[in-house]
């Protein structure tokens, strides 16, 4: 593969010495490529392990954990999972409606926000900019005193869905954005510029072009928030006292204690989280080809 | 420098996200800075600055607390650990499957590697406290350490010279999530020509990584060390869930010294000073990152 492409006599003349060196490159390169895969798949092997004892420890009854933890017993104990269905599902409508809610204000909040920042050029910008990123920095244990105080007292949200979702739509704000301005920022402004010149108004720029063109960043976003909101525990369980509107996880975690101090197993409440889990799946089985354009375009950096 | 009027529509675009801020966030960090200069057991921060306003007693206190100063050592000693192990395992993975020849496979790792993303950090933590570190003789760690080389069994989490490196292990091989993704999204954006070059000078991987792949992420790096800084700073729920900050304090760290001195013992005056105290470091460190780590220079 040396720069010999200058001169084709010397090119065509492919000597026996050449083609023995292209081939041992050749074989060279694939042996890097197996070392490459064989490592890869071993990082597979331990990133899995959680998973693999979520599975395998959810179809245990607890006479099987005890003879056997670390590998999958037969018979496969199915029982567990419609005990903990009995369990699960009178919290699942509870922690939709707060993660759907919670997710779509984070995105709409966080695009309108961005959109300003990019698309607008009004007094103080770069102020308010960095007063909303500066929230990033400041704990979150220290504000949640003062803020359940003023959640429960002065809003009286308490046992509201509302108390869980509005802060937490604004502890997400500062991260969303981040990202979304990153990325609003790298959007073509000529494409803004034309269609204004086509007398388009913000409104009509912001819904078909920038959300259109936005779609990764944004299901990057979505999903993450998803994701959290799913498995928030401190502050949905300060605010939802009242057992009929608590959510999966706020229901699981005493649930698992309790179970895992009688049995010392996990099976039941295992067998809950796998259920618990389906749906993110199947959200991000869908939505995984977005998500991972998004992380991938390069909003993701300083 | 003049302003268009109709650019004055940009505040109304900002004001959910603005409003909600100033309510949900700027509100309460307000009380918890008044919080840090009274030394009341209520958690109101007018009543209590109104009836036991102690000035900066709380911080000097900070100053000669040595359970705080051991808990910002055993942070230091996190962050540290916890960004070269994270980075280094997540730069490797991008690198290895960036340099896959085939675009399926790379594809389907990629896919693969975030799966466990969903895995709810409840699970997370009980696999790791119940079985791969359980203090018990059935814990994976002590099965496999005593059939392979007769070791006793260990505590782990609950044994005070272990703990710290216990946690520190934690999540091995630390590179399930997003990060990888991040890196590969940096080395996808180096341009081919970058690497034809290489390829007539004849450098080889090692050279590649470190003067040409490394530099031309930046941009990226200073963003975990960011990140890093900013989320470690203030993060204690593996103290919360796995260690309770203990053995004896081996694994306390600032933020959660505060969650314990606000919650467990009420000084929710001295937990505020603390909190301020890890918001003022956190500031002056991500100043120092943001003036001093360069970021990528951009391609002509």
């Known amino acids: ?25 050749k074989v060279k390169s694939e042996i890097k490529q197996g070392i490459a895969h064989f490592v890869i798949i071993l990082l597979m092997f331990f990133v899995f392990v959680p998973i693999y004892f ?20 037969f018979p496969l104990c199915f029982e567990n999972y419609s005990l903990a269905w009995l369990f699960v599902k009178d919290y699942i409508l509870n922690t939709v409606i707060i993660a759907v809610c919670q997710t779509l204000g984070v995105l709409v909040v966080c695009s309108f926000a961005s959109y300003a920042f990019v698309r607008y050029n009004f007094p103080l910008k770069n102020v308010f900019f960095i007063v909303i990123l500066a929230f990033l920095m400041i704990p979150g244990t220290l504000t949640l005193i003062p803020q359940y105080g003023m959640v429960m007292n002065t809003f009286n949200l308490g046992n509201n869905y509302l108390g869980v979702i509005l802060p937490s739509i604004a502890g997400a704000v500062p991260m969303g954005v981040f990202l979304l301005n ?20 913000k409104l009509y720029s912001y819904m078909f072009i920038a959300i259109p063109l936005s779609v990764p960043i944004l299901s990057t976003l979505g999903i993450m928030q998803l994701l959290s909101a799913w498995n928030d525990l401190l ?60 992380l991938t375009s390069g909003a993701f950096k300083m | 420098m003049t302003f268009k009027k109709r650019d004055l529509f940009g505040y109304l675009w900002l004001m959910p996200a603005f409003l909600l801020v100033c309510v949900f966030s700027l509100y309460p960090a307000i009380c918890a800075l008044l919080l840090s200069f009274t030394d009341g057991g209520t958690a109101n921060a007018f009543n209590s600055l109104a009836t036991n306003f102690s000035g900066f007693a709380n911080f000097g206190k900070l100053f000669v607390d040595t359970v705080f100063w051991r808990s910002c050592l055993n942070l230091v000693i996190f962050i540290v650990t916890g960004l070269i192990l994270g980075n280094t395992a997540a730069f490797a993975l991008a690198e290895l499957i960036h340099n896959l020849k085939s675009k399926r496979c790379s594809g389907i790792y990629r896919f693969i590697f ?17 079985i791969v570190f359980s203090p018990f003789e059935s814990g994976l760690i002590n099965t496999v350490l005593n059939q392979m080389f007769g070791l006793p069994k260990q505590g782990w989490y609950e044994q005070e010279n272990l703990a710290m490196l216990s946690m520190i292990l934690t999540g091995f091989p630390w590179v399930s999530g997003t990060s990888f993704l991040i890196y590969l999204a940096g080395l996808n954006n180096i341009p081919e020509s970058v690497y034809e070059a290489l390829e007539l000078d004849g450098a080889g991987t090692f050279k590649r990584i470190f003067y040409v792949d490394i ?72 100043i120092i990152n943001n003036k001093f780590v360069k970021s990528t220079e951009e391609f002509a």
């Open chain 2, 114 to 130: 975030i799966l466990p993303m969903l895995v709810p950090s409840m699970v997370n933590m009980l696999i790791w406290t119940k």
């Open chain 1, 54 to 73: 979520l599975i395998i420890k959810s179809l245990k009854d607890p006479s099987q954990e005890v003879s056997s933890p670390f590998a999958l017993t």
């Open chain 2, 215 to 286: 530099p031309l992420l930046q941009s990226q790096i200073k963003y975990f060390l960011m990140m890093g800084i900013i989320g470690g700073m203030q993060s204690f729920s593996m103290q919360l869930e796995f260690t309770k900050g203990g053995p004896n304090y081996a694994t306390t760290v600032p933020g959660y010294y505060m969650y314990e001195k606000a919650f467990y013992s009420g000084e929710f005056g001295y937990a505020a000073a603390i909190g301020f105290f890890i918001f003022i470091v956190t500031l002056v460190l991500t």
């Open chain 1, 182 to 201: 990153t990325f609003f920022s790298g959007l073509p402004k000529d494409l803004f510029e034309a269609a204004e010149l086509d007398g388009a108004s």
């Open chain 1, 235 to 294: 502050w949905p369980r300060l605010i939802l006292q009242e057992e009929a509107l608590q959510t999966i996880t706020i229901g699981l975690n005493p649930f698992t204690t309790w179970y895992y101090n009688d049995y010392l197993s996990l099976g039941v409440p295992f067998a809950g989280y796998v259920i618990v889990s389906l749906p993110l799946l199947i959200i991000f089985f869908f939505a995984s080809k977005q998500f991972i354009s998004g």
């Open chain 1, 1 to 25: 593969m040396k720069n010999n492409g200058f001169n084709p006599v010397v090119q065509s003349i492919a000597t026996e010495e050449d083609i023995r060196i292209n081939r041992r490159a």
